[in-house]
């Protein structure tokens, strides 16, 4: 049998929203390199605390949750990195979850943008 449109248009949007999350995790490794990235990898990991934090809907989830509804696919009603990537690892959940998630890419982050000292000549420090 043939996915329906609906099936494959969620199924889409769980990839793009598998690449957002990890822009989260390690965008930042890229946008230090490109610094035109920046500000589009701040915004997606802002978003991506506020969302951790506060429990407010993704809309990438909203939109894969409806589309799915629409193809007659179970729909998920947890966020969507437990559902795609903690739940498959059959690990404990509870509330200590979004720190678990949130700890690793913030380390990342601190990591990515963490300053580095150039002196500029090579590393020469001839007197």
């Known amino acids: 049998m043939q996915p329906s449109i609906y099936e ?3 199924y889409s949007v769980a990839v793009l929203h598998g690449i957002v999350v990890a822009w989260v995790f390690f965008g930042g490794f890229l946008a230090r390199r490109y610094g035109w990235l920046v500000a589009l990898h701040l915004f997606c990991a802002a978003w991506g605390l506020f969302t951790t934090v506060t429990k407010y809907p993704c ?3 909203t939109l894969e ?3 799915r509804s629409h193809g ?3 729909t998920y009603s947890v966020d969507c990195i437990v559902y795609y990537f903690w ?3 059959a690990l404990p959940t509870g509330p200590y979850v979004p720190l678990l998630v949130l700890a690793p890419a ?3 982050n601190c990591i990515a943008y963490w300053p580095t000292h150039h002196t500029g000549d090579g590393g020469s ?3």
């Open 72 to 74: 007659n696919i179970p």
């Open 59 to 61: 809309p990438l989830t």
């Open 125 to 127: 420090t001839a007197a």
């Open 8 to 10: 494959s248009l969620a």
């Open 87 to 89: 739940a498959p690892l």
């Open 106 to 108: 913030v380390l990342l």
């Open 65 to 67: 949750n409806t589309l």
